[in-house]
């Protein structure tokens, strides 16, 4: 009786081999109905079915417990992707779209500008769009320029404005030149909350020095969330037109 030659191939390295195999190929594993994933839902839509992810955290196996075939999932806005998911899904050919965080249906809209910012902003004016579905932005230009085209859509379309701004305090005296706009400013998201019920703001200037990114957004998305407030008496009478032809007119 000969003993059969010693195999090659070790359990460790066969279990390696199989593990890269499922790496590769997530989208190719079906499930049996005993075994849904619990990690994300499908859309009822019809026709092309995107699956959402739930979680904040969507890691390898979040990608590898997806259907077969799957082609663009829906995930946060906020979610945090790994580096081993995103590779995995580049691999299945899986997109990621980020949902909005405020619901189309009460939020207002938005224009998003920036004006002498001490940096390029345009990552974080994309960031706030992103978050907010119903948003549009205004292309880079100068303070006056911005705030004529935010006043623009702010009288016709009843839009809210957000403006990002090295210098807030002077954007928001130049803004309220404007009688369709209701301006303010500050470094804090509590600050800002308190401004907004006092005068039924509808353009909040924000220097994006002054928060981080994740806060910034975050406030943006409050300001946009809530309700609209009347504003005070005070700001409802308008003053007499100058009539002077000594300077210009915002």
């Known amino acids: 009786m000969t003993t059969p030659p010693e195999s090659p191939f070790s359990a460790v390295l066969i279990a390696r081999v199989v593990q890269e195999v499922l790496?590769?190929?997530?989208?190719e594993i079906v499930f049996?109905?005993?075994?849904?994933?619990?990690?994300?839902s499908a859309s009822s839509s019809g026709g092309d079915?995107?699956?959402?992810?739930?979680?904040?955290?969507?890691t390898l196996k979040s990608i590898i417990e997806l259907p077969a075939g799957t082609r663009?999932?829906?995930?946060?806005y906020d979610a945090v992707i790994t580096p081993s998911a995103r590779e995995a899904a580049a691999d299945s050919g899986i997109t990621f779209v980020r949902k909005s965080l405020?619901?189309?249906?009460?939020?207002?809209?938005?224009?998003?500008?920036?004006?002498?910012?001490r940096r390029d902003v345009s990552t974080l004016t994309s960031a706030i769009a992103a978050a907010v579905s119903a948003s549009q932005q205004l292309p880079a230009s100068g303070?006056?320029?911005?705030?004529?085209?935010?006043?623009l859509h702010v009288s016709r379309d009843g839009f809210r404005g957000i403006l990002l701004s090295g210098r807030p305090a002077l954007a928001v005296v130049v803004a309220n030149r404007n009688n369709a706009l209701r301006a303010i400013t500050a470094d804090t998201s509590s600050k800002i909350e308190k401004a907004i019920e006092q005068c039924g703001a509808n353009v909040l200037v924000m220097n994006p020095d002054d928060f981080s990114s994740g806060a910034l957004?975050?406030?943006?998305?409050?300001?946009?969330?809530r309700?609209?407030?009347?504003p005070p008496m005070e700001l409802k009478i308008t003053a007499s037109p100058c009539a002077c032809s000594t300077h210009s007119h915002f």
């Open 23 to 27: 790496r590769r190929l997530p989208a």
């Open 32 to 40: 049996t109905s005993a075994e849904k994933p619990p990690t994300h």
């Open 49 to 58: 079915q995107s699956p959402s992810l739930v979680g904040k955290l969507i």
């Open 72 to 76: 663009q999932i829906l995930v946060r």
């Open 102 to 117: 405020v619901s189309t249906k009460t939020q207002a809209k938005l224009v998003i500008g920036r004006a002498d910012c």
């Open 143 to 151: 303070l006056e320029d911005t705030l004529l085209a935010m006043a």
């Open 217 to 225: 957004v975050r406030a943006c998305i409050d300001f946009v969330g």
């Open 227 to 230: 309700e609209t407030v009347e």
